[in-house]
């Protein structure tokens, strides 16, 4: 058996060298960048923590707050207050978030109507919220003569549409086409393909965009100032204004008093845990039920 | 039991491109027919036009007649009802990636609201069984992604999932191409015992595999058939110049 002949090297020592040192030069600068971006988010983390934290204590989570003067209280109507607003958020927001985004990708490919929705959608992804707070206002609080839950939780929702369609869009054209013509094949009609196996095959990317954009509006406070307006007592009423975390916080920050400075270092802190806790639990209970090896 | 297919004068376009000109064609009921020709030719387009999957793509048009016993199925019936009579199998294997094996092969009954038990449990044992895949997956069938099973078996599954709606027609573009010579003779096989119960058309770059396969062979060449006759003719004493030129390699 003949044997290769063995490769002499065709590039000189210099060459070499420079192209390692080119190599290590781009990895640093990668790593340099990420440490960057990871600084201020650790900070941040950090110091929620360390201000939060020493105010953190039962009273919080079962008190509501107390009046001005008095010291304790806590949130306890603002953390189920922001729950019931996130909920009426995702109730609406989701289904047709990823409604319009399944229109997107299976039927308006190609047609007018299709790229006018997507590019609606890219607009309000970066309308400021505020004005998603004043588009709130005027459909329903104006018209309604009174702040309410129920606005709030339309104008988080009108939030999370364009963010949650756009995902569903671009995780969809990830699914391969095979995979549709297998179904259409079988004799599935379009519509039951388009949801039982396009939608399918993408979800764990869906339910990513979903959490991001929940996440994302579970912290904004600038919608919530003229919809939900913020309650000082309990209410779970839809029709009646409703407190909301970030504003108790954003109320508790600007005011004049330690203690509620303090309280609002808690709320932020607490602010952050439910979100994570929500995103992990969805993420968790998404992924049960997955089958070994699959993609 | 498998029906005939009479075909014609089938033309069909994609876009301004016409990729099948009148075609005209009898396959006959319960034997394998292969389609043979160089790339582009029409013959996937052909085999799309039996079951209206060309349609699928809203740039495609097709005309003529295709009946599938005594039904004309551009005319007499829907798209979705063609293609649970007329099963597809398509060049790569493409098992549904967030189901079990089970999953994909009653797939086509479950997304049609099927949901019988015990019918269900026997339909994919009798698919697995005859795409020759049974004792191979037969204790993984609900633990295990169809996506997790090697090309061949998936391809095999792919079979079984075809086979699992009952069709009269299969309809096979190139099942082996991506495969291994194994899993290429292991879907041959197939071919054989599937072909006394189906009507089987079979896309085959493979001029052997049409050779072991099939009764009848039919050669495309830019659109148009331009022989159709028993496999033993064809691969011996062809009619035509061009079919001469292709099998002995001239060109293509």
Redesign the interface.
Known sequence: MATLPIRTSSVSRFTEVRRNATNHFVTGLAIVSTVIVLVPLVAILGYLLYKGFSSLNLAFFTHIPAPVGEPGGGMANAIAGSAVVLGLASLLGIPLGIGAGVYLAEYGR?RFFGSMVRFTADVLNGVPSIVMGIAAYALIVAKQQHFSALAGGVALAIMMVPTITRTTEEMLATV?H??R?????????KW??AI??SL??A?PGIITGCMLAFARVAGETAPLLFTAFGNQFWSFNLSQPIAALPLQIYVYAISPYDEWHRLAWAGSLVLIVLIMVSVTLVRIFANRGA????? | MGVGILVEDLNAWYGTTHTLQDINLHIPANHATALIGPSGCGKSTFVRCLNRMHETNPIARATGVVKMGEIDIYNDASPVEIRRRVGMVFQRPNPFPTMSIYDNVVSGLKLNGFRNRRILDETVERSLKQAALWEEVKDDLKKKSGASLSGGQQQRMCIARALAVDPEVLLMDEPASALDPVSTSKIEDLIFQLKSQYTIVIVTHNMQQAARVAENTGFFLNGKMVEFDSTHKIFTNPRDKRTEDYITGRFG
Do not use: F, Q, Y
């Open positions: 190609g391969p095979a995979i013509e297998a179904a259409l094949g079988l004799g599935v009609p039951r393909t039982s196996i399918r095959t979800s089958l070994k090896g699959g993609s």
